[in-house]
């Protein structure tokens, strides 16, 4: 399998390509728009700010790439939210791809943002393995998904939020199942197996 | 449920861990790489490697050390020890660490605080303030405690914060290697006046030292060393007690 990881100024790729390397799978990093185009499989992980990150894909014409691709897509954590319509991050249009408005999360009593650590996931209707539904993964984040129509997973705090989207070829989770042990590697393996 | 975390500290000198490692199963009780990825098996939810040596010497041998770990090891790592600056993060951040913890470098220069957060975000910066009580004040101290500074926890750790942290790692040095417990009451008051996680450190000694950090102190994470190294405590005896004394915990 061909397997692309997108290339841009995101903290945690090499983690992702750390993580694939574990299951015994080969991948290009890439910010080549005809590399993107041409994979089997797309993987856009990403932790940092979504003002500057967007910014960054426009001027790599990366944004449009993305929009285009229709082959299996896997956003992580900043790149889940990126493939959203707009984040309240610096009040940034993203991609689009689902048509959701990302939020902040306000701290509530002793729940601290952001939200750290390890949490569990409830499947809604999911592309997921089942044997990964209520077990634990690893967030770090400080803004979230709502909950919608293409939620496939959901975690609790401070509210209900999305823990993975999918909708046609773009599947995505805020989650880092690349950090989440082998749970986190199922899930992986879940994504590589969608055809 | 967001469950509380339980994170192993291994202190490294010369790409080996020092201290004495008391594991079965284990084939080099020595090799980070190996006690990490073991500890990552037992179900610890992050792991700490500390540079307590630091040198320039040191440091390539640490950056390779921590590349070998985010490969062979599935679960987030900070590390920490000697980083003063930006510059010295960046070769981190490449090798693969999730976070990087910053000590006396952020008290002799706050503003690095706001240049990391800014620079790599948040979630990657995690301040970690040693402090004593001294004459009814909590003083923080630099230097692996042997040095005071004129910074009170509360307000530093407000300020820490306030310039971009994402999280604290605050150790007693009073409570620091005497196994008889953590110090609870400055961590509940941290906890409540703080919106950022707190990792307690220092004076882990039983399983009920750690359910006190956790109901007490009301922490979000725990940090012990010796006492996972020498195996006094391992950490599913540890996990199992705690979820069965009612806190959130991933088993």
Redesign the interface.
Same mark, same amino acid.
């Given at each position: 399998m061909n397997l692309a990881i997108i290339k841009y100024n995101a903290?945690?790729i %090499? $983690?992702v390509a750390?993580?694939l390397?574990?299951l015994g799978l080969s991948y290009t990093i890439t910010d080549h728009p005809e590399e993107i185009i041409k994979a089997d499989k797309v993987i856009f992980p990403g932790?940092?700010?979504a003002n500057a990150t967007m910014r960054y894909l426009k001027d790599k014409k990366l944004d449009q790439v993305i929009k285009g691709l229709r082959q299996p897509v896997l956003g992580i954590c900043l790149g889940m939210q990126l493939l959203c319509a707009y984040s309240e991050e610096n009040d940034t249009p993203c991609l689009g791809i689902f048509n959701e408005q990302v939020k902040k999360f306000q =701290?509530h009593n002793? #729940?601290?943002? =952001?939200?750290?650590?390890?949490? $569990?996931i409830t499947f809604t209707e999911s592309w997921m393995d089942s044997s990964v539904a209520d077990k634990?993964v690893?967030?770090?984040? $400080?803004y979230y998904v709502p909950v919608n129509a293409h939620t496939s997973a959901i975690t #609790?705090?401070i509210q209900p939020f999305s823990a993975a989207l999918q909708k046609n070829n773009f599947f995505a989770v805020q989650f880092?199942p #690349?950090?989440?042990?082998?749970v986190?590697?199922k899930i992986l393996h879940s994504f590589l197996k969608v055809t | 449920?967001?469950?509380?975390?339980i994170i192993p500290c291994l202190d490294i000198k010369d790409g080996r861990t020092v201290k004495g490692v008391n594991f079965i199963n284990i084939r080099d009780a020595g090799d980070p790489v190996e006690l990490g990825a073991s500890y990552?098996n037992q179900g610890a939810?992050e792991l700490v490697f500390l540079d307590i040596a630091a040198t320039t010497e040191n440091r390539k041998t640490f950056v390779s050390l921590v590349r070998q770990v985010?490969?062979?090891v599935?679960?987030?790592f900070t590390v920490g020890g000697g980083i003063s600056s930006v510059a010295d993060v960046a070769p981190l951040?490449?090798?693969?660490a999730?976070k990087v913890s910053i000590n006396s470098a952020a008290v002799r220069n706050p503003q690095l605080i706001d240049d990391l957060a800014r620079g790599?975000?948040?979630?990657?910066v995690v301040v970690a303030i040693d402090a004593r009580k001294d004459y009814n004040q909590w003083i923080v101290h630099t230097h692996g405690g042997s040095k005071p500074t004129d910074k009170k926890l509360f307000s530093w750790a407000r300020e820490v914060q306030d310039r971009g942290a994402? #999280?604290i790692l605050f150790t007693s040095m009073d409570h620091d290697g005497t196994k008889q417990g953590f110090a609870i009451d400055p961590l509940t008051k941290l906890?409540e006046l703080?919106?950022? =996680?707190v990792i307690a450190s220092g004076g882990a000694g039983t399983k009920e030292h750690f359910l006190q950090a956790f109901s007490l102190g009301?922490a979000?994470?725990a940090l012990a060393a010796s006492l996972f190294h020498f195996g006094e405590l391992t950490i599913p005896d540890l996990k199992t007690y705690l979820n069965h004394s009612g806190i959130s915990i %991933?088993l």
């Open positions: 903290g945690n %090499r $983690s750390f993580a390397e574990r932790v940092g700010e =701290p002793h #729940e601290k943002v =952001p939200h750290m650590g390890w949490n $569990s634990f690893y967030f770090v984040h $400080s #609790e705090y880092h #690349e950090k989440s042990a082998d986190g590697e | 449920m967001l469950t509380k975390r990552a939810d985010a490969r062979h599935n679960i987030p951040l490449e090798a693969g999730d790599f975000g948040s979630q990657f994402g #999280e906890n703080l919106h950022v =996680p009301k979000d994470a %991933r």
